[in-house]
């Protein structure tokens, strides 16, 4: 048997002109992963991170905190998240033309921006629109559709699934992914994909053990090496 673990990257930076960086918060969420790991006797065979930059930060930045006896980290391009900026910047404007509802939800997410509210009018916008996109109602050529989203987290697993025994995979992701890969195991609908999503932590752990061609979840959403001044959703 070999065991995959998902690491959500650390705290990023969604409310900033460039959102695909680590912010302090997060370098110290990774460096806590490969503390925890490499304490707890971990040995990965294989170390993989997704080709967007919170996510290989992430991958390096644990590594080092283990003491550098991880594998060189090798990027894989399936694990990078959907374009979480294309549907705020491109696909949220067309549906709020086309929904008076939604409209209203995205004119509160921006205008918080610099609230302490922020999180929460973020979350009530994204939610209908990120459905809106899983269900192919709101499209554009520059985002990338949800099919093909999911279609690529597949393949990776495929892959994974049918290739040699034994192996301790450590994966740096992030929530989509993660989201998308337990639904695949479970057989849950899309749907599910998506609320395990909005549950992912940063920096948290998610486990499964697979062999033959199948997989099973251990754990979801781990968190114990995290303590209060390092837990963050977003």
């Given amino acids: 048997m070999s065991e995959l673990i998902l690491v959500r990257h650390g705290q990023a930076t969604p409310f900033e002109a460039d959102t695909d960086r680590l912010s302090p918060l997060g370098e110290a969420q990774a460096r806590a ?34 003491g ?13 998240e959907y374009d979480g900026d ?3 910047r491109t696909l949220a404007p067309l549906l709020a033309a086309r929904d008076p509802g939604f409209d209203a939800l995205l004119r509160a997410s921006e205008a918080s921006r610099e609230g302490l509210d922020r999180n929460r009018h973020l979350q009530r916008m994204l939610e209908p629109l990120a459905a809106a996109y899983l269900r192919g109602e709101v499209a554009h050529a520059d985002v990338e559709p949800w099919a ?53 932590r940063n ?20 968190t114990a090496h995290l303590n209060e001044a390092l837990s963050s959703w977003r």
């Fill in 33 to 66: 992963v490969g503390e925890w790991l490499v304490e707890s006797g971990l040995e990965p065979t294989d170390v993989i991170s997704g080709s967007l930059i919170r996510q290989r930060e992430s991958a390096r930045l644990a590594s080092e905190a283990a």
């Fill in 203 to 222: 920096g948290s752990l998610t486990r499964l053990t697979y062999g033959g061609g199948r997989a099973s979840l251990d754990s979801f959403n781990e």
């Fill in 148 to 200: 093909e989203f999911r279609a690529r987290v597949h393949a990776f697993l495929r892959e994974l699934l049918a290739g040699p025994s034994g192996r301790t995979v450590l994966a740096f992701t992030s929530g989509g992914v993660i989201g998308v890969t337990v639904a695949a195991v479970l057989r849950a609908p899309d749907e599910s994909a998506l609320t395990l999503n909005w549950r992912v």
């Fill in 68 to 80: 550098g006896s991880w594998p060189d980290p090798v990027t894989d391009p399936r694990l990078a």
């Fill in 86 to 88: 294309g549907l705020i």
